[in-house]
């Protein structure tokens, strides 16, 4: 079985100071499902796999025993060329995504070619119940959206997103202090505007006063804006 050989694979490319340095910032993730495998060998390995006839045997294989396969599964969905059963696989496997590093690490580069598409599911994602999904739908506006198909709509749908979730809330801040990075004009009015809730808008200002995008005065700029408790 694929994912039989896939987890014999796995184990073998362990690096168990990895695995020390990773458990730590997967704070959702039980230790017991951390194997230590590196980013740069799981992307290799996924380079290989996607080129099997077998492989979604273990894309239909969830939810998987190791975070170290949700990894690897992210990036087999991120190397696929065929939208349409991208979207499918994407789909199937978003529910079980338990954490930032997956969320944030599955980037479909087939994406930047059907931004028309992307759109609309991006719409049907955000507003799923499922923090991570949530938190994919803000992190591909953040990637495909920012740029040359920009539009003051996206500001108000991410603005807009109220949650009880740490992650959900994280990405929030993430996304406007890229879009002040970017987009600064359209996006400093809903600082100004406090149209975040306090946390993430305190957050959103801190990662830009961190930022290299940031320019020194706008820096100085927000934070006054910081609201104070």
């Not at 994406?111 to 991006?122: Q, T, V, W």
Request: glycine residues 2%; hydrophobic residues 40%; proline residues 4%.
């Amino acid at each position: 079985m694929i994912t039989d050989d896939i987890r014999k694979m796995l184990w073998d490319l362990a690096d168990s100071k990895y695995r020390d340095f990773q458990i730590p910032i997967l704070a959702t993730v039980p230790a017991e499902r951390v194997i230590g495998v590196r980013t740069p060998e799981l992307r290799k390995l996924a380079k290989e796999l996607s080129k099997r006839d077998d492989i979604g045997g273990f894309l239909s294989d969830l939810p998987h025993e190791y975070f170290d396969e949700d990894q690897l599964h992210a990036f087999v969905i991120s190397l696929m060329k065929d939208h349409d059963s991208c979207i499918t696989e994407l789909e199937h496997f978003l529910p079980y995504v338990d954490n930032w590093a997956t969320c944030d690490q599955m980037s479909p580069k087939i994406f930047k070619k059907n931004r028309g598409s992307l759109e609309k599911k991006i719409k049907e994602w955000i507003a799923s119940d499922h923090p991570y999904t949530k938190r994919f739908a803000i992190g591909m506006l953040m990637e495909h959206f920012l740029d040359e198909d920009f539009d003051i709509k996206y500001l108000k749908t991410v603005a807009a997103i109220r949650s009880d979730e740490y992650y959900v809330n994280m990405m929030i801040a993430w996304y406007f202090a890229t879009a002040l990075a970017k987009q600064y004009d359209a996006a400093l009015p809903f600082i100004e505007g406090h149209k975040l809730d306090v946390w993430t808008h305190n957050k959103a200002i801190q990662k830009c006063v961190e930022s290299n995008r940031i320019l020194p005065k706008q820096k100085e700029y927000l934070k006054t804006l910081k609201i104070r408790k």
